[in-house]
Structures are given as C-alpha cells and as structure tokens.
C-alpha cells in the first residue's frame, strides 16, 4: 500500500544522450540488466583468463542456456539482429524472389534490396500488423523461393497458412523473430516456426545481451550460420564464405546474468499491459484502438514486449498530437514502425506504395506505448490520463 503523503512509486526514468535538457523520460521500454555483484564475478573470470572473444565459454555458457530456454533444437548467437538475418538470408534463401512483409524495421529487408541475389517482393499486412497471407498466395509466381515474415510486436503469425503455401510451392519459411524471446503458440516455442528464424537481443528488447542477436534452425543450417559468422572459417579450412558475426565475452556474461531474470520480467509486463487493456477498455476512447484480441488468442504466450495502440479514424486527435502531449507529460512513446517501405523515400521509386494499404494505415497510426519491468500503476495511470486528455 502506498502511504498517502508519499508520492506514488514511478519506474526509474532515463536521460537520453544528446538531450541537453537532461529531463528524465518515461520511455517506451528500459533495459533488463543485472546487479552488478552478479556480473563481476563472471566479468573477473573472463579478464583473468584473458579471452575473451572468438567462440569463449562464456558464449557457449550462453547458447547452450538459451537453447534450452528458447526450447530449440539449435541456435547460433550473433552480433545483433540484423546480422542474424543477414546470416540466416546469406545461407538459408535460395537466390529469386522473396515475398516479404512492408510492415517492418529496415533491419527486415535492407539486405533483400541491396544484394544483387534477391528480388524482394513486398506484400501487405492484415489489419493486425502480419504478413496478409492471402497476398502472400497472391504474389508467388515461378521465380519465387522464400518467404520472409515478421511477427511483430511478438504477434505469431498465421503460421498454419503460411507454411502450407511454403509446402505446396517448395519456398524456404523465414521468421524475423526478433521481438519475440520467449513467445510460444499452443505450445510450441516460436523459434521452432518455418525453417529459420532469428532473434534480436538489443538491449531494447525483452531479453538483451546489450546488443546480441541469434539464428535458430536445424543443427546443419546453425553449424553453417557458424561458419559464416566467423569468416567462412572452420577446422583450419575454409569451406564457404563469411563476415565477422561473433560475440565477445562481455556480451555473453551479460546474457547469463539476465536470463534469470526475464521470467519475472516477463510477468511484469504482462501485468502493465493488462492494466492499460483494463483501463483504456474501460474508457472507450473513441478512434483509440487497443490490441486487446491479441491477448484473447487461443494458446497464445505472449512477452509482452510492445504495447501497440492505434490512433484513427475518428480520434479526436491523430497521432502526432498524441505523441506530443505525451512527451509534454515526460513520456516518449514511438510510432514502431515508421518509416517503413510504404513511406520511405528509398522506396518511393522502386515499389508500388499504393498496394500497401494496411501498411501505411499501420504505419501513420501505430503507437507503441511504454511498457517495462520497472513501471508502476502511477506509470501506466499517467500515460492514461494523458490519453484521456487529448482524446476524450
Ligand atoms: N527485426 C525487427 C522486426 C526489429 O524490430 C529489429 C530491431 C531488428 C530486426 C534488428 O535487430 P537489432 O539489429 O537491433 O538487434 C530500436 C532498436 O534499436 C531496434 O533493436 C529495434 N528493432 C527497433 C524497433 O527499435 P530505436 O531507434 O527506436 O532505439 P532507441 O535508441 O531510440 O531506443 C528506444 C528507447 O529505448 C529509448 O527511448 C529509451 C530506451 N533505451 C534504449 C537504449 C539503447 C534505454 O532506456 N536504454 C538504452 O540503452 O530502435
């Protein structure tokens, strides 16, 4: 119970680098990290045994752990998320067209368009955010080999109709994963979804190893993904190409210092996103959408990574004035994802933006509120009233 003359408990706000204001923000989410008692140790060892990148223990330490946690057969831990994918295009997409969504972060299709091996297919999402599996279907032609989709907001997608299409038309099944440690669908973990999928582990993220990635997929695909994250090297030989995808020692201890702590985490988002779903249902503002079927999904576990709302039709404000009364409160939400190739200049020239209806309606009204371990009601409460506020 909080006592009445105290102000009530608030999660600890961040100061932004390159803010000279120096104002403390409620922001859309805040990283998991240890105490540091837990980390020294381990950080201690790895200067004592003075190795400390290049395949260490501490890394393996981290990959047989997530593999397990994960619930896997496979996994290869990388340098970020976006060398995950870049890994898992590199040695998993046979060269053609990939059909893949617009609905994304860059980090989804920028190798798709530059690499000369590839010739990205843009497809639309539903109205909740997935790859549209009837375009999908729509956009198979003979030259296609592969199927890239994102679950976003750690939203699994329609993976029945998805891998029936990749089966019927012999096409590779690639999940960008990246928001979803830990998400499971009728109880199969995610990363055992299609033929690869990959994770991102920014500190952004439910689970980070400050910035950290991985590749999930059978045993030879992942000891491939190996190789290439180191060089092409193995054995003394080289066998194949690569690039430098690997994770040092620090990044690993990090890695196993959080992950006892993200199931709690987890549960602790999942108690602030239940709370705006009370409230905000509760107030019905008009033109506010809420994602609350997302959480009535038959067999669906959630992370509760995101907390995506959406301003539109209707609303009695759109979403940049929501957005600016929100910081005006010390709260920065973030329109996730925008730009995206719907919107981008990069694009413009280079695909049909009048098919990506749902894209750009998602990309102009989508507003990903804070959600973290660390907030408190007084939290969620503020971002509400703000909300009630501007659109009552
Ligand atoms: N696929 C998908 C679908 C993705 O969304 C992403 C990345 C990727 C692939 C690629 O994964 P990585 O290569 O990144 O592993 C963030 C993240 O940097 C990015 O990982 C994420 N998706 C994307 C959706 O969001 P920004 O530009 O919004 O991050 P930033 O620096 O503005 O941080 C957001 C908020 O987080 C800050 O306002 C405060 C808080 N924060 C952030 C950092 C870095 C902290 O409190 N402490 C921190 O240290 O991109």
């Known amino acids: 119970m909080e006592d ?19 104002r403390a923000w409620l922001t859309v989410t805040s990283p998991l990290l240890p105490d540091f008692d837990e980390l020294a140790p381990m950080l201690r060892d790895v200067l004592d045994r003075r190795w400390v990148t290049n395949q260490g223990v501490y890394l393996r330490r981290l990959e047989q752990a997530l593999q397990s946690r994960l619930g896997v057969d496979a996994l290869a831990v990388v340098t970020n998320g976006t060398v995950a994918l870049e890994l898992a295009y590199a040695e998993a997409l046979p060269p053609g067209e990939v059909i893949c969504t617009a609905f994304s972060f860059p980090a989804t299709w920028n190798m798709l368009f530059e690499d000369g091996r590839w010739t990205p297919v843009m497809v639309d999402i539903g109205d909740d955010y997935r790859i549209d599996p009837d375009a999908v279907a729509a956009a198979i032609t003979p ?10 907001y750690g939203f699994v997608c329609d993976h029945a109709r998805l891998s029936a299409l990749a089966e019927r038309h012999g096409l590779v099944l690639l999940y960008d994963a990246a928001h979803c440690f830990g998400v499971a669908q009728d109880g199969v973990p995610v990363g055992m979804l299609g033929d690869v999928s990959t994770f991102s582990f920014h500190a952004t993220k439910v689970f980070n190893t400050l910035e950290g990635g991985a590749v999930v997929g059978d045993p030879g695909l992942i000891a491939r993904i190996e190789r290439r994250r180191n060089f092409g090297l193995e054995g003394g030989d ?56 997302e959480y009535r999904r038959p067999g669906y576990t959630p992370n509760h990574g995101y907390f995506p709302v959406r301003v539109g039709g209707g609303a009695r404000a759109d979403r940049a004035a929501v957005l600016a009364a929100l910081r005006a409160a010390g709260v920065l939400a973030r329109a996730y994802f925008n730009p ?24 102009a009204e989508v507003l990903c509120l804070p959600v973290h371990h660390l907030m408190t009601d007084a939290d969620v409460g503020l971002v509400v009233d703000v909300l009630a506020r501007v659109l009552r």
């Open 340 to 363: 995206t190739v719907a919107t981008a200049s990069l694009f413009r020239d280079r695909i049909d933006q009048a098919a990506l209806p749902q894209t750009r309606a998602a990309s």
């Open 4 to 22: 009445e003359a105290s102000p009530p408990a608030r999660a600890p706000r961040a100061v932004l680098p390159g803010d000279e204001s120096e």
């Open 238 to 293: 080289q066998a194949g190409f690569g690039t430098n995808g690997k994770v040092d020692e620090f990044r690993a201890v990090m890695g196993l210092a959080n992950l006892p702590l993200v199931d709690a985490a987890i549960a602790a988002r999942g108690r602030v996103v239940h709370a705006y779903l009370d409230a905000l249902g509760a107030l019905a503002l008009p033109g506010l959408g809420l994602p609350a079927a």
């Open 143 to 152: 030259r296609t080999t592969a199927i890239v989709a994102v679950h976003p």
